[in-house]
């Protein structure tokens, strides 16, 4: 069996860190189901299985999948350092996801998405806001994880990194999408992207999720590009800067260029902006994530 099958060596213990962490996440992910229905009338499970909101559960959805990310770059890092320190360390990363992915939901729905009440809007059963939720939701925990990665150990000056470099790149996420927006106004008769979100244009919100996991995506390769340094706060947060618009702005030439050749012949504005053609918009979404994965690709290897 031994020539068949070459494993590494493992840890005596490791099942012991494995069920604190899978326990201690399954702990978070319930307070996550909590705070999505802390301030409703009904409960999760009665708006889910009696109301049937789809949009809700969409939204849901969304923020246990990001918290799930987070969670996914912590676990085992405090593998032989102590069960204590290991649970310590987990429950801390965990609730800074949730507080910093609660915060960049917070800031996409008051900054850009400014003229939608987001929570209304679901309540209400509107799918395409719902979706445009959960995958902000999900960038923001993108690039949280690609930040927990990069930088060393749990002390303070990680988590200050984390959380001003996350903030930064934040905003940049927050910036790109106003372009997007201010995109479709110009294609469109100086018509509203917020409107169009509201009426329930599910092609577009599967255009703009796209647009957004993919920034969220390109951008968490700069980790491979930076260098972490402990007691380099501006530094930190300039190259995390830095480096995000110059890979966010490839991203948004590379994938303009993908969709006019691989959609060739196609009028894929009028498709999803008029049309309300969520096949395209698929593609669209497809071309996004894509390019997004293909640059981390190159950029993990050469780091």
């Known amino acids: 069996m031994e020539a068949l099958v070459k494993l590494t060596p493992l840890p005596h213990d490791l099942w012991i860190y494995l069920v604190i962490d899978i326990s201690l996440a399954l702990l ?12 409703r009338k009904h409960s999760v499970a009665e708006v889910l299985a009696v109301q049937d909101n789809f949009a809700f559960g969409i939204s849901t959805a969304g923020g246990m999948l990001s918290l799930c990310i987070v969670l996914g770059s912590v676990v085992g890092r405090h593998v032989g350092q102590g ?12 609730l800074v996801g949730i507080v910093l992915v ?22 209400e059963r509107v799918v395409s806001v719902a979706l445009v939720d959960a995958a902000s939701l999900i960038s923001s925990a993108i690039i949280l994880r690609s930040m927990v990665l990069w930088v060393d150990g749990s002390d303070m000056n990680a988590l200050i990194a984390i959380v001003t470099g996350f903030t930064v790149v934040l905003c940049l996420l927050l910036m790109m999408t106003r372009v997007y ?7 469109n008769q100086n018509d509203s992207f917020q409107g169009a979100l509201r009426k329930g244009q599910l092609a577009l919100a599967v255009e703009h999720a796209g647009n957004l996991l993919g920034i969220a995506m390109i951008v968490s390769s700069a980790s491979y590009l930076l260098t972490y340094h402990p007691s380099g706060y501006v530094s930190n947060v300039t190259g995390w800067l830095i480096v995000g618009i110059v890979l966010s702005l490839a991203l948004l030439v590379l994938v303009t260029i993908s969709k006019k050749i691989i959609l ?3 009028n894929y504005r009028l498709e999803v902006d008029q049309q309300h053609n969520i096949g395209v918009a698929c593609l669209e979404l497809t071309l996004s994530i894509g390019i997004a994965l293909i640059v981390n690709g190159v950029l993990e290897f050469l780091a």
């Open 264 to 266: 060739f012949g196609l």
């Open 28 to 39: 978070l992910l319930m307070v996550m189901k909590w705070l999505a229905g802390a301030f």
């Open 181 to 187: 927006e201010i995109r479709y106004a110009r294609d």
């Open 83 to 94: 069960y204590v320190n290991a649970a310590i360390g987990m429950v801390t990363f965990g």
């Open 102 to 123: 609660k915060f960049g939901r917070f800031a996409h729905d008051k900054i850009v998405l400014n003229r939608l009440d987001t929570e209304g809007l679901i309540s």
